[in-house]
Protein backbone atom coordinates (compact mmCIF):
# COMPACT_ATOMS: atom_id res chain seq x y z
CA UNK A 1 0.00 0.00 0.00
CA UNK A 2 1.43 3.52 -1.12
CA UNK A 3 2.73 5.47 2.44
CA UNK A 4 0.60 8.89 1.01
CA UNK A 5 -3.05 6.02 1.33
CA UNK A 6 -2.31 5.55 5.09
CA UNK A 7 -3.73 7.60 7.39
CA UNK A 8 -2.30 8.47 10.67
CA UNK A 9 -3.83 11.29 12.05
CA UNK A 10 -7.72 10.95 10.86
CA UNK A 11 -8.35 14.71 12.43
CA UNK A 12 -5.76 16.43 10.55
CA UNK A 13 -5.52 14.03 7.53
CA UNK A 14 -1.79 13.42 8.32
CA UNK A 15 -0.40 10.18 6.27
CA UNK A 16 2.30 7.53 7.25
CA UNK A 17 4.27 9.81 3.80
CA UNK A 18 3.85 13.27 5.99
CA UNK A 19 5.61 11.51 8.96
CA UNK A 20 8.29 10.16 7.17
CA UNK A 21 8.97 12.94 5.22
CA UNK A 22 9.51 14.54 9.09
CA UNK A 23 11.48 11.59 10.45
CA UNK A 24 13.46 12.00 7.20
CA UNK A 25 14.41 16.12 7.90
CA UNK A 26 15.35 14.72 11.52
CA UNK A 27 12.10 15.27 13.85
CA UNK A 28 12.07 12.80 16.28
CA UNK A 29 10.72 14.64 19.34
CA UNK A 30 7.23 13.74 19.39
CA UNK A 31 6.40 17.45 20.46
CA UNK A 32 8.20 19.18 17.55
CA UNK A 33 6.04 16.48 15.49
CA UNK A 34 2.72 17.82 17.12
CA UNK A 35 3.62 21.37 16.82
CA UNK A 36 4.37 21.04 12.88
CA UNK A 37 2.05 18.24 11.66
CA UNK A 38 -0.59 19.45 14.14
CA UNK A 39 -1.02 15.24 15.43
CA UNK A 40 -2.92 14.90 18.71
CA UNK A 41 -4.23 18.52 18.15
CA UNK A 42 -7.62 17.41 16.62
CA UNK A 43 -11.11 16.12 18.09
CA UNK A 44 -9.25 13.38 19.27
CA UNK A 45 -7.04 15.23 21.17
CA UNK A 46 -4.80 12.40 19.84
CA UNK A 47 -6.70 9.38 21.16
CA UNK A 48 -6.40 7.83 17.41
CA UNK A 49 -2.87 8.73 16.16
CA UNK A 50 -0.59 8.59 19.65
CA UNK A 51 -0.12 5.24 20.03
CA UNK A 52 0.24 4.79 16.25
CA UNK A 53 2.90 7.78 15.63
CA UNK A 54 5.07 6.39 18.90
CA UNK A 55 5.23 2.88 17.02
CA UNK A 56 6.50 4.64 14.29
CA UNK A 57 9.47 6.27 15.85
CA UNK A 58 9.96 3.59 17.65
CA UNK A 59 10.32 1.82 14.30
CA UNK A 60 12.25 4.67 13.45
CA UNK A 61 14.67 5.27 16.29
CA UNK A 62 14.86 1.96 16.82
CA UNK A 63 13.96 2.15 20.42
CA UNK A 64 11.75 0.23 22.55
CA UNK A 65 8.47 1.36 22.68
CA UNK A 66 8.46 2.46 26.60
CA UNK A 67 11.41 4.70 25.32
CA UNK A 68 9.28 6.83 23.11
CA UNK A 69 7.29 9.84 25.60
CA UNK A 70 3.82 10.45 24.74
CA UNK A 71 2.21 13.82 23.44
CA UNK A 72 1.88 16.53 26.92
CA UNK A 73 -1.74 17.01 26.95
CA UNK A 74 -2.82 20.16 27.54
CA UNK A 75 -6.98 20.28 28.18
CA UNK A 76 -8.75 23.90 28.96
CA UNK A 77 -8.88 25.00 32.70
CA UNK A 78 -12.28 26.48 32.55
CA UNK A 79 -14.98 26.87 29.61
CA UNK A 80 -15.00 30.71 28.51
CA UNK A 81 -18.52 32.01 27.27
CA UNK A 82 -18.29 33.42 23.88
CA UNK A 83 -20.36 36.40 25.50
CA UNK A 84 -17.26 36.91 27.85
CA UNK A 85 -14.71 37.37 25.30
CA UNK A 86 -16.83 39.21 23.16
CA UNK A 87 -17.86 41.98 26.23
CA UNK A 88 -13.78 41.40 27.25
CA UNK A 89 -15.26 40.32 30.86
CA UNK A 90 -12.89 38.00 33.57
CA UNK A 91 -13.98 34.80 34.06
CA UNK A 92 -15.23 34.25 37.64
CA UNK A 93 -13.71 32.15 40.11
Do not use: W
Not at 6 to 21: F, G, K, N, Q, S
Not at 62 to 91: A, Y
Amino acid sequence: MNKKDIIICRCEDITLADLEHLLALGYTNIEEIKRLLRVGMGPCQGNTCGQIIQRELSKYLKKPLEEIPTTKVRPLSIGVKIKDIFEGQEHES
